[in-house]
């Protein structure tokens, strides 16, 4: 399917390119109604649902119940801080080892993953010792 180009998607996607954090839709929308004050929530949600459908970004739910976007399409994990919410990519070499265990297990075809680990941050660590102080 050929997807017409379009500036506010295209201004969506570097957005994002610029952001380790895995924003939100809304984080999305207040940062890029800076530079396209009449883009609509909608259209936002529309732009990064589409981006997600074509893998040119990854959608993730993190347990917040809200979704979370990442440019990052590399294999990778994510941690989710469950003081904070804070989403952190993750590399890990083991990745690729994983999958091919999980498809010798798996009577089917295993086409991608989603891993996340689940704690505190160290920033939440830090801020529960000093106040611990």
């Known amino acids: 399917m050929a997807v017409k180009y379009s500036r506010q998607r295209q ?19 207040r940062n890029v109604r800076e530079e396209f004050p009449n883009i609509s929530l909608g259209t936002v949600y529309r732009n990064l649902t589409l981006l997600a459908d074509m893998g040119e970004i990854q959608r993730l739910q993190v347990g917040d119940g809200v979704d979370h976007f990442d440019a990052d399409t590399s294999k990778h994990c994510h ?25 010798q297990t798996f009577d089917g075809r295993i086409d991608r993953q989603s891993t996340c680990f689940y704690g505190v941050c160290g920033s939440c660590l830090d801020k529960s010792a000093k106040d611990m102080e």
Not at 12 to 21: A, E, G, H, Q
Not at 84 to 90: F, P, Q, R
Request: with cysteine; net charge negative.
């Open 11 to 29: 201004m969506i996607y570097n957005f994002l390119m610029t952001r380790k954090d895995h924003p939100t839709a809304d984080v999305v929308y």
């Open 79 to 103: 941690f989710i801080c469950s003081n904070c919410s804070a989403v952190t990519d993750m590399q890990l070499d083991c990745l690729e080892e994983l999958l091919i265990k999980a498809q």
